[in-house]
T-cell receptor, first 113, second 113 residues
């Protein structure tokens, strides 16, 4: 199947720092989604991107849909302890519906108070 | 606000045993799906359904069966459990096939000895 490669795999940061992570694919995606998974919970949608070049914010989170349609970026500003969790990028492979999602491997974020 | 409910939350099986993971949603969503989550591999789609009576295979369907007799329920059956099926299983639902927004349950942790 189509692969989504996330980097970095893990991050250890101090509270207040900004965070950047990205997701790349060898294939074109028409939708990019960013989910967050808290420990012991299921993933929750943070941001959805539907148009190449789109830049969308949700509070301290900002995500961008890459112009090439093969990548996406997520930034978190002024991190706080509750930002801890696993962040997944996801998208529907070309030719499939928006709900048949491929997920990246995830970026594990640890925030030290 | 129940959302997506999965049972059981934890289960230990012996190789060769069978069991069913239950999933129910109360949002009247047409689309439902099952994912498994393994360390470093993100979430991988097992089976999905776009409505009652309709199911299809995802990325990793072998060893699993599903059925969708009602809109609310989407059980996942393991007919003969294998150690390779040790994983955390997530059920998800969606009200739209276009947005990519999935609502996940809290997960079911399965160990096969």
């Amino acid at each position: 199947g189509q692969q989504l490669n996330q980097s970095p795999q893990s991050m250890f940061i101090q509270e207040g720092e900004d965070v950047s992570m990205n997701c790349t694919s060898s294939s074109i995606f028409n939708t990019w989604l960013w989910y967050k998974q808290d420990p012991g919970e299921g993933p929750v949608l943070l941001i959805a991107l539907y148009k190449a070049g789109e830049l969308t914010s949700n509070g301290r989170l900002t995500a961008q849909f890459g112009i090439t349609r093969k990548d996406s970026f997520l930034n978190i500003s002024a991190s706080i302890p509750s930002d801890v969790g696993i962040y997944f990028c996801a998208g529907p492979p070309s030719g499939t519906s928006g709900s048949r999602l491929t997920f990246g491997e995830g970026t594990q974020l640890t925030v030290n108070p | 606000n129940a959302g997506v409910t999965q049972t059981p939350k934890f289960q230990v099986l012996k190789t060769g045993q069978s069991m069913t993971l239950q999933c129910a949603q109360d949002m009247n969503h047409e689309y439902m799906s099952w994912y498994r989550q393994d360390p470093g591999m993100g979430l991988r789609l097992i089976h999905y359904s776009v409505g009652a009576g309709i199911t299809d295979q995802g990325e990793v369907p072998n060893g699993y069966n599903v059925s969708r007799s009602t809109t609310e329920d989407f059980p996942l059956r393991l007919l003969s459990a294998a150690p390779s099926q040790t994983s955390v299983y997530f059920c998800a639902s969606s009200g739209s096939l276009n947005t990519g927004e999935l609502f996940f349950g809290e997960g079911s942790r399965l160990t096969v000895l």
